[in-house]
């Protein structure tokens, strides 16, 4: 089966600017989570989708992030306008169940640099 | 909320040698570690997981071990190689909580 898919891989912007993430899950996966990792510290949660549905968004740094996840398919990670320590790394992960009989699966990321 | 934290940040051993990475977490309602392996250019991939009715886990050149007691848990890699050279990751998680906790990391360095 297909792994989870994020694109772009590597995205530069200027701090204002606006950058969408997306994310595709593992098809048949209700559950899709987005996390970050700033350079050198933990991977920390940002939200968590049931199908659809925001379960759980309470990870997410302030306003200008915005998360959806239209038809309960692939996801979109909106980050509007940038701002300089919104770099790091975003990763999307997936699962059926909510604790994941093996955990989740994660995708390869997003580097998201902003200057 | 759950806070894990992960030491050592760096860990360079010779071929062959063990390595190993230790976590603690505060909640004692965490119940579910998994440990992830990061190779470049990658996400992070599960390696190996114990629940809190299990005190060691072993696969291979890998095992976990948890200290329920004493909110520590440790992966082991024995007879290591370069291809275990990768940035672990352990976590958390409790069975009413959405999301993982996610130590800081630790950068492994296998020397050949």
């Known amino acids: 089966e297909a792994g989870v898919t994020q694109f772009p891989s590597h995205s530069v912007i200027e701090k204002g600017q606006t950058v969408t993430l997306r994310c595709d899950p593992i098809?048949?996966?209700?559950?899709l989570y987005w996390y970050r990792r700033v350079m050198g510290k933990e991977i920390k949660f940002l939200l968590h989708?049931?199908?659809?549905?925001?379960?759980?968004e309470s990870g997410m740094p302030n306003n200008r992030f915005l998360a959806e996840r239209t038809g309960g398919t692939y996801s979109t990670l909106k980050v509007q306008p940038a701002e300089l320590e919104d770099s790091g790394v975003y990763f999307c992960?997936?699962?059926?169940?909510?604790?994941?009989?093996?955990?989740?699966?994660f995708g390869s990321g997003t580097r998201l640099t902003v200057v | 909320g759950e806070n894990v934290e992960q030491h050592p940040s760096t860990l360079s051993v010779q071929e062959g040698d063990s390595a190993v990475i230790k976590c603690t977490y505060s909640?004692?309602?965490?119940?579910?570690f998994p440990w992830y392996k990061q190779e470049l250019g990658k996400g992070p991939q599960l390696i190996i997981d114990?629940?809190?009715?299990?005190g060691e886990k072993k696969d291979q050149r890998i095992a976990v071990t948890l200290n329920k007691t004493a909110k520590h848990f440790s992966l082991h890699i024995t007879e290591t190689q370069p291809e275990d050279s990768a940035v672990y990751f352990c976590?958390?998680?409790?069975?009413?909580?959405?999301?993982?906790?996610f130590g800081t990391g630790t950068s492994l360095t296998v020397i050949p």
């Open positions: 992960a997936s699962s059926q169940a909510v604790e994941g009989a093996h955990g989740y699966t």
């Open positions: 976590a958390a998680k409790s069975n009413t909580g959405n999301q993982f906790y």
């Open positions: 909640d004692s309602a965490s119940n579910y």
């Open positions: 098809s048949g996966h209700d559950n």
């Open positions: 989708f049931v199908k659809e549905s925001k379960q759980d």
């Open positions: 114990i629940r809190s009715n299990v």
